[in-house]
């Protein structure tokens, strides 16, 4: 069965430019969660959805939002890309609330 | 406010001494407390939850709400668990919280 899927690898966009970051998850799963990995501050929690809606967001600007697709899969975007942004955006997926949360591989995204 | 606190950012160990990674957490209600790693050149995955109370590749953890501690054990360390581990926190709203990660060098 293939696991949570990321696309694309790395990303290198200019400063101010968007970027669209996606996700596959499990088969099955409805949850999609989106975490930014910048070095040395761990995973920080950007978005969950599920069933297609946000359910919630983390602290960060609006000019990160996304969406769930009717196939559970999902997109990441980002607005006018500040060279902080630069990170690992992890994404995993669950089947329902607590239960294990299966990670992607993550995409790479460099701003400069 | 932060929710994990994982104090130790690299922990190197001989092998077959026992490990301790530290995890504390701060939050009001009731959390859900998970240990996960991520082996190198792997993704992260799941390693246990506190409310299985299992043993997973010789790894205990127990919840203390006392201490609000949910510190990872092993009694003997082998090399293979050399990996970067992160204890998450997750609330009543489904947020998930991480740590920042603890570095686990087992040395031969």
């Known amino acids: 069965e293939a696991g949570v899927t990321q696309s694309p690898t790395h990303l290198i966009k200019t400063r101010g430019q968007q970027a669209t970051l996606r996700c596959s998850p499990i088969?099955?799963?409805?949850?999609v969660y989106w975490y930014q990995q910048a070095l040395g501050l761990g995973l920080q929690f950007l978005l969950w959805?599920?069933?297609?809606?946000?359910?919630n967001r983390g602290n960060f600007p609006p000019r990160f939002s996304g969406r769930q697709f009717p196939n559970y899969s999902s997109e990441l975007n980002v607005n006018a890309l500040e060279l902080e942004d630069s990170a690992l955006y992890l994404c995993?997926?669950?089947?329902?609330?607590?239960?294990?949360?299966?990670f992607g591989q993550g995409t790479r995204l460099t701003v400069v | 406010a932060q929710r994990v606190t994982q104090p130790e950012k690299l922990l190197s160990v001989f092998k077959g001494a026992p490990v301790e990674l530290k995890c504390n957490y701060s939050?009001?209600?009731?959390?859900?407390l998970f240990w996960y790693v991520q082996y190198s050149r792997q993704r992260l995955q799941l390693l246990l939850r506190?409310?299985s109370r299992e043993s997973i590749k010789g790894f205990t953890a127990d919840l203390n709400k006392g201490e609000t501690s949910f510190h990872l054990k092993k009694p003997f360390a082998q090399e293979e668990d050399s990996a970067m581990y992160y204890c998450?926190?997750?609330?009543?709203?489904?947020?998930?919280?991480f740590g920042s990660g603890t570095k686990l060098n087992v040395k031969p």
């Open positions: 959805y599920d069933e297609g809606e946000e359910r």
């Open positions: 506190h409310i």
């Open positions: 088969s099955g799963h409805t949850s």
């Open positions: 939050y009001s209600g009731s959390p859900e």
């Open positions: 998450a926190l997750g609330d009543n709203f489904n947020k998930f919280y």
């Open positions: 995993a997926s669950s089947l329902e609330r607590y239960t294990e949360a299966f």
